[in-house]
């Protein structure tokens, strides 16, 4: 007996379990007159408003929430959801049209056809039709009165007073909503370039030339026109499918030469794009070739010696052997533009990435080029 006695714990270890056990007891107490409190509270606010008329019974209201929640909530919605819930009030206008908003849904669908230039010259436009035309730029217009048919409708609205022009921030405002409009109604049309130009007109295959584009929503392709060559007309071609679009991927324009980085750095197999055009008249194209070796070089990687010599063979092997178009050769250190009225005129050369690359071989004729 007297063993068990001793194997008990002394009296201090029993007095310190006791407070702990005590001050739980109180904690979880408190907790549940906390509960008891908020449930009474909100009885009490439900009670009160059911008491109330309709019209006074403060609403949730979507623009209550935080202000990243609205964000990340009008994130995800897509340019038809946003000038629907732009329709229902001002503020929610002006969040639906805040430039953060737009723009990853200009960069998802125009980011590939039109660039920052085409972004520039809307902006000028813009500020110049501020300036001289009795047309405005009326924010307005985003407010759609019925929702059957998005979208997106003129923006353009006429006035019978032309107003008069306060300072850039007209066109600042809300500009990728707008620009984004610009396109999307084909009221605007922007510079960009054309894969095979003319449906793949035989003398075009695997080159990229300037045009203006209008984006027709209905067909979801685009009108494209040419810059005319010479005294020509400027040809128009419709039904230009957005596979066959791109950015300029260089502010150079049509008639400019481009001025080329350093030649030296050009290896045998290295992809390119060269200026070129048949006429000192016309416009030039860009034209996908690729970096060959010297008649007497073996090809052999680990003898080839080409990169060192001064002139830099270009190669268009979408054309058969024997074709004058196949292989021409520039200085890799004077080059600006070679050639004549017989083999045309070669003029700036830029190496491709490797998307670029990409592109170009899904072009790829499925027979040679005479
Ligand atoms: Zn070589």
Known sequence: MSGTFESLPPFSVWLA??????????????????????????????????????????????????????????????????????????????????????????????????????????????????????????DSSFHYKTRKAWPLSCIWTPREIPPAPQNNDECNQNAYMKWYIALETGNYCFPGQVYNREHGHVGFLMSCYDAELCYDRKSDTFKARYPPHGTCSPVLEEDVSWERLRKPPVSTTAHELYVSPSLRSLRPGDHVEVQWRRDRRYPYGWWYGVVGHLEACSKDMRRCVCHLDDTVWLEFNQYAPGSRWRRTGVNRDNHTEKGDDTEGYYAGVRKLSKDEVSAWTRLWPKELLE
Do not use: T
Request: glycine letters at 4%; proline letters at 5%.
């Open 17 to 138: 379990l006791a407070l702990v056990l005590n001050m739980l007891s109180v904690k979880a107490n408190s907790k549940i007159r906390d509960k008891a409190m908020l449930r009474a509270r909100r009885k009490l606010k439900f009670q009160s408003n059911a008491g109330a008329p309709c019209e006074n019974v403060p609403a949730a209201s979507f623009l209550d929430l935080p202000e990243l929640v609205i964000d990340n909530i009008l994130s995800k919605l897509s340019p038809q959801a946003l000038s629907n819930a732009a329709s229902v009030c001002k503020e929610l206008r002006e969040r639906c049209a805040s430039d953060h908003v737009w723009l990853p849904h200009v960069l998802a669908k125009w980011g590939g056809v039109a660039g920052d230039l085409a972004f520039e010259e809307w902006m000028n436009y813009c500020i110049s039709l501020y300036a001289h035309n009795p047309y405005k730029l009326d």
